[in-house]
């Protein structure tokens, strides 16, 4: 090896090194970045037989390890839109809305709404355009989740799509009243024919909230009390009632015996059919085994019915399961969609993309979407442990998960790749001033 060679082994330590500097910097630049994956600097020797007119060159070239599969800290969040991962696995992502762009893996929760396309609704007749949106990450790139199917379940097996969440996404659809409860309770001293009256309230097969009155009349015999059923379409109460809505036994009342001690049997229940003037009417079971006919009071307790009328999306939130659960505004709840986790045989052998972002690799391997929390995989039930059917992670909503940079590490690492700088530019001094005494002796 000629003496110019010499110069290659410190040259290649001061650039590698050089390169070190860069991956620390980087490090904790980004230590409170969302989904950021620390990275350290490696070394590997460089052999080569010839180089022009030397031989035997030596030296060292530096390659970067990503430590994708390393934790981050998880810090709480006010936002209703960011979630963690708290164990392995990263959100998927897509390109294009249609899922036909690149397929992108993120550690990064921090979502947000994008608005994408546009679509036409009728609201009372009236067609509008409304806007899209979609869950993205920072960089606008489309999280992928599963929808369900009619059922309520997910399907795994099928390929996830964008997540739509705009307030026209989704609707609920409206529930006639099948089952309701009264409680109410009537004075034991009423002389016979003394009327009471209990207004109510149910929905009916378009999801309208229809009104009518229960007309309880005292009867002959002690504790007896009948009951009929008054709509709108009826008269005004009054002390003698008649209608043509009469249920149940339409044009008589329902006769009612009360125990010595007040009560109705347990179970008691009465099938309701409220006619109106226009369609649809009212037909449900209602339970009354809370009425009861004690002392002189009268006295409204309670009316409860199921049912709904119909509801448009009003919010959501995630869970630790990864479902986006869509709550309405006519009070109900359901899962709208369920985020999979992407995992490989080696995420360290990601391919990292601008913006916190990964690629799928030869070394990493092709993706795996798994849900969290398998339907599948039993619980022990000797000991209760809900965690096993985590299996490899969960979803913390409302956090963040931030860089997993040690920063102790990342001083101690800075300190050593100074030192060889310095060894590498100690000896590159030296040759130089070998080169130089060397030339002057020829000279």
């Known amino acids: 090896m000629s003496l110019y060679g010499a110069f290659a082994a410190p040259s290649l330590g ?16 980004n230590m409170n970045t969302g989904g ?20 035997d060159i030596g030296g060292v070239r530096a390659f970067r390890k990503e430590n994708v599969s390393i934790q981050g800290r998880l810090v709480s969040s006010t936002n209703n ?15 294009d809305v249609g899922g036909g762009g690149d397929d992108l893996y993120t550690r990064d929760g921090a979502f947000q709404l994008t608005k994408n396309g546009t679509d036409t609704v009728t609201t009372n007749g009236v067609t509008s355009t409304v806007d899209k949106a979609y869950l993205t990450d920072k960089n606008g790139h489309f999280v992928q989740g599963w929808s369900p199917d009619a059922s309520g379940v997910f399907s795994t097996s099928s390929a996830p799509g964008a997540i739509r969440l705009d307030q026209n996404a989704f609707n609920s659809n409206a529930a006639a009243t099948t089952t309701a409860s009264l409680a109410v309770n009537l004075p034991a001293i009423a002389s016979p024919g003394d009327t009471k009256i209990t207004k109510a309230s149910a929905y009916d097969s ?3 909230q229809r009104s009518f009155e229960l007309v309880w009349t005292r009867g002959t015999v002690a504790q007896q009390w009948d ?3 008054r709509s709108a379409a009826d008269a005004d109460p009054d002390t003698s009632v008649t209608s043509a809505s009469t249920s149940p036994n339409l044009s008589s009342p329902q006769s009612l015996t009360f125990s ?18 226009t369609d649809p009417d009212l037909s449900f079971t209602l339970d009354i085994e809370n009425v009861t006919s004690i002392g002189d009071q009268f006295l409204y307790f309670d009316f409860q019915a199921d049912g709904r009328g119909p509801g448009t999306l009003k919010d959501y939130k995630f869970d630790a399961e990864g479902q986006i659960v869509g709550q309405f505004t006519n009070g109900t709840e359901r899962a709208l969609y369920k985020m999979p986790l992407a995992t490989f045989v080696n995420p360290d052998g990601l391919d990292v993309i601008q913006g916190n972002l990964y690629a799928a690799s030869g070394p990493s391997g092709s993706a795996t979407l798994r849900q969290v929390r398998d339907p599948l995989v039993t619980v022990n039930t000797a000991t209760g442990n809900n965690q096993e059917r985590f299996e490899f992670a ?8 931030l860089a997993n940079t040690n920063l102790q590490n990342e001083f101690t690492n800075m300190i050593m790749t100074q030192q060889a700088y310095n060894s590498a530019a100690t000896l590159f001094s030296t040759v130089n001033e070998m080169t130089q005494t060397a030339a002057n002796l020829k000279s």
């Open 81 to 95: 839109l960011d979630i963690a991962i708290n164990g392995s696995g990263l959100f998927a992502l897509n390109s």
């Open 36 to 55: 950021y994956k620390a990275a350290n600097t490696r070394f590997t020797t460089v052999l080569a037989s010839t180089f022009d007119s030397n031989s």
């Open 227 to 229: 009951v009929h059923v």
């Open 394 to 401: 969960f979803f913390v909503p409302h956090a963040n998960e």
């Open 260 to 277: 010595s001690t007040g009560g109705l049997p347990s179970g008691t229940t009465v099938a309701m059919a409220v006619n109106y003037a």
């Open 14 to 29: 001061m650039l590698t090194q050089s390169s070190a500097f860069g991956t620390i910097s980087q490090n904790i630049t």
């Open 206 to 208: 378009a999801g309208t």
